[in-house]
Antibody
Framework: EVQLVESGGGLVQPGRSLRLSCAAS????????ADWVRQAPGKGLEWVGR??????????EYAASVKGRFIISRDDSKNSLYLQMNSLRTEDTAVYYC??????????????WGQGTLVTVSS | DIQLTQSPSFLSASVGDRVTITCRAS??????LAWYQQKPGKAPKFLIY???TLQSGVPSRFSGSGSGTEFTLTISSLQPEDFATYYC?????????FGQGTRLEIK
């Protein structure tokens, strides 16, 4: 059974940093692309970024709203995905989901999702 | 960046109704579009990919169509468990973006 479990959320002050983790199980994590998606309270979904697999040099993509502040990384030996969030702003307050991306035909879609972890940025 | 605009933003319907949600892209995205269902407090559920292909296990009352800039999600006969918020998402290029969501409520 595919499982994605996020952790590391909590209350953090503006300007500080926080690192989220996502533990994957039930599939070969090293072969997969993985994404982070967030959802502010009462709002819609916002794509945060993606990491490709080793075959694609672990390259990353980011939304403009987080580019330069957030870093996506992974440790395939631990079946884990990470989101390093720096210079946090109040508008980064959201539930953060990790998702496993699977390739269908030409592109990688977000098929499996974790349950999310809440990050609250407030003084 | 490609913007996705869903309509309507809110939809009230009854069990058994047929409903259609539209997702319009600000530029052509071929068929690289997915639909998700989200219930309160839960993660999104992947329903449809490539605009019209039903993910395994998703009931056949769900269907998708479209290509280019206009896409639709149709539920042929609403069931009580279908009342949720629906999102489209494109995968044509980066950044990937979502529509703003359509909240489907019981009339």
């Amino acid at each position: 059974e595919v499982q994605l479990v996020e952790s590391g959320g909590g209350l953090v002050q503006p300007g500080r940093s926080l690192r989220l983790s996502c533990a994957a199980s039930g599939f070969t994590f090293s072969d997969q692309y993985a994404d982070w998606v967030r959802q502010a309270p009462g709002k819609g979904l916002e794509w945060v970024g993606r990491t490709r697999d080793k075959a694609h040099s672990y390259t990353t993509e980011y939304a403009a709203s987080v580019k330069g502040r957030f870093i996506i990384s992974r440790d395939d030996s631990k079946n884990s995905l990470y989101l390093q969030m720096n210079s946090l702003r109040t508008e980064d307050t959201a539930v953060y989901y990790c998702a496993r991306a699977i390739k269908f035909t030409e592109v990688y879609y977000l098929v499996y999702w974790g349950q999310g972890t809440l990050v609250t940025v407030s003084s | 960046d490609i913007q996705l605009t869903q309509s309507p933003s809110f939809l009230s319907a009854s069990v058994g109704d047929r409903v259609t949600i539209t997702c319009r892209a600000s530029q052509g995205i071929s068929s690289y579009l997915a639909w998700y269902q989200q219930k309160p407090g839960k993660a999104p559920k992947f329903l449809i990919y490539d605009a019209s292909t039903l993910q395994s296990g998703v009931p056949s009352r769900f269907s998708g169509s479209g290509s280019g800039t206009e896409f639709t999600l149709t539920i042929s006969s609403l069931q009580p468990e279908d009342f949720a918020t629906y999102y489209c998402q494109h995968f044509n290029n980066y950044p990937i973006t979502f529509g703003q969501g359509t909240r489907l409520e019981i009339k």
